[in-house]
């Protein structure tokens, strides 16, 4: 799995995997009122991916559960080595 930073709602999201072999959950970290903060998103039976304590995430960022979780899913799996080119 690959840690990967994204901002969204004017923030930048720093997400930490907290596995190996598959994406299950994320450490991720935000800057709020000049202090790192730090919650956990984990991955649900349906394969989508949601803030796990509420209360550790500022409430400002509650609405970009959704976006975070489509993030996880674009920048967090890693398909190939990152030292890999891309051919065109």
Excluded: W
Excluded at 15 to 22: A, L, T
């Amino acid at each position: 799995m690959r840690n990967f930073k994204v901002e969204a709602e004017g923030a930048e999201f720093e997400f930490i995997s907290m596995h190996v072999r598959e994406a299950k959950a994320f450490q991720v970290y935000v800057m709020y009122d000049d202090v790192k903060r730090r919650f956990h998103m984990q991955r649900n039976d349906e394969g989508e991916f949601y803030i796990t304590n509420h209360d550790h995430c500022p409430s400002v960022y509650h609405k970009a559960e959704e976006l975070l979780s489509k993030a996880i899913k674009i920048y967090g799996i890693e398909s190939k080595p990152e030292n890999e080119m891309v051919k065109r």
